[in-house]
């Protein structure tokens, strides 16, 4: 039987139109940077996909700079606009419930001087808006939130959020990673000066990342070499893993019925948990969210042993964000929203994705009911043996 992939937040797999099309793509092999014959052909691809990507996310071309993905592309963004930001103008601000790639560059940013401040987000995934006003100061340099959380779906008010920035003069970054295909943005309608999307996140192929900086916004590069990407970011390019994304992008025009199809399936996804299993809260569910994107707390059981009982039952789900299991640390984005140790260690991350059917989700449900029922009994006479 079909595995059950309900971990798109990790990565996706490569959507059809992409398989179709890499023999091809395969085929354009060559240096865009070569002045001969072959290195023509790869130049006017990469010059198309910038131009579809661009316009389609509400960018100019020359606004687009590919790196290697979301990590580079948040890591370039915020280094190099710190590199480029005079010593004076030393504040910062990131949100609570960033992603690490962006929360351990802040932290790498405290080690080189720049004071850095956490914007809080509440139990249920709301900011306060007037709290983040007056957080910021005349030197805060940047501001980076994230347009919808990678764990709890939950969508944030970047637009206003940038808005009360630039009337103070602060620079606005959000990641928007998994934004990307699961719901409808434009950079030039958030008006921010930064974004930050990646193309395995939305089926495309690894290796692809997108830092948008708006006209004016140069930040430092953080590799040096060749003159690729006007000097922003140097290195052959993954052409490849370009056009895989610009394939994917070209399909957002008509993806409305898809976020509606997804987001029906989770909603009954998560109708159906909880009139089966007793304790289970889902985090963020009263908020705007993601439409593929459900995180719960199950009481009394362990994510992490739940994650593995499902696993050997053909089910691949998450708990907390993929790059922190491996390690029982509870998730600290989960810890900042203001979860215990206890309820973030009994988190499960269900995302979905274009390859889901109603039929996993009923299948999900017949395996994910006996195995919490079997995990709280197991618990229960443990506590008995202990004479508790
Ligand atoms: C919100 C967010 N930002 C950034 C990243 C990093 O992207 P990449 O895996 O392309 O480096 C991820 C991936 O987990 C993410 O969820």
Redesign the pocket.
């Known amino acids: 039987v079909k595995r059950i992939y309900f971990d798109n ?2 990565t996706t797999p490569p959507h059809p139109l992409v398989k179709a099309k890499v023999l091809e793509w395969l085929e354009i092999w060559g240096n865009p940077s070569s002045i001969h014959i072959d290195g023509r052909g790869p130049k006017t691809a990469l010059r198309d996909a910038r131009q579809i990507i661009a316009s389609s996310l509400g960018a100019k071309a020359l606004e687009i700079v590919f790196t290697s ?4 592309s ?1 890591n370039f963004i915020i280094k190099g606009h710190f590199f480029r930001t005079p010593k004076l103008r030393n504040h910062y601000l990131v949100g609570a419930t960033e ?1 690490p ?2 929360m351990e560059t802040f932290e790498w940013l405290k080690t080189e001087g720049a004071e850095v401040e956490v914007i809080p987000v509440e139990r249920d995934g709301t900011v306060d808006l007037e709290k983040y006003e007056s957080m910021i100061r005349p030197t805060t340099s940047l501001v980076s939130f ?1 347009l919808a ?2 764990e709890t779906g939950v969508i944030y008010p970047i637009k206003k959020m940038a808005k009360i920035a630039h009337a103070k003069g602060t620079t606005f970054h959000s ?1 928007c ?2 934004g990307l295909g699961k719901m409808r943005f434009n950079f030039h309608d958030l008006d921010i000066d930064y974004a ?1 999307v ?1 193309a ?2 939305f089926y495309g192929l690894r290796g692809c ?1 997108v830092a948008y900086c708006k006209t004016g916004n140069t930040p430092e590069s953080l590799i040096k070499g060749g003159g690729q990407e006007r000097h922003r970011r140097a290195g052959t390019e993954n052409i490849l893993s370009i056009l895989s994304l610009a394939e994917m992008i070209k399909t957002l025009p008509q993806i409305d019925s898809e976020i509606e199809r997804i987001r029906s399936l989770r909603d009954k996804l998560e109708s159906e948990i909880q009139n089966s299993i007793s304790g289970v809260y889902i985090t963020g569910r009263n908020q705007k969210r993601l439409c593929n994107t459900s995180n719960m707390i199950i009481n009394g059981v362990d994510g992490e042993t739940l994650l593995m009982n499902l696993d050997m039952k053909g089910a691949s789900v998450s708990t907390g ?3 922190s299991s491996g390690s029982q640390e509870p998730s600290p984005a989960l810890r900042a929203m203001g979860l215990t140790i206890a309820e973030a260690q009994s988190t499960l991350r269900l995302s979905l994705g274009f390859e889901n059917t109603e039929s996993d989700v009923d299948r999900f449900c017949e395996i994910l009911v006996p195995t919490v029922n079997r995990l709280r009994s197991l618990d229960l006479r443990e506590l008995k043996s202990n004479g508790i």
């Open positions: 937040n990790a993905g979301g990590s580079e948040n992603h790639s962006v994230m959380n990678n990641d990673v998994q930050t990646s395995h996140k990342g964000a993929a790059c």
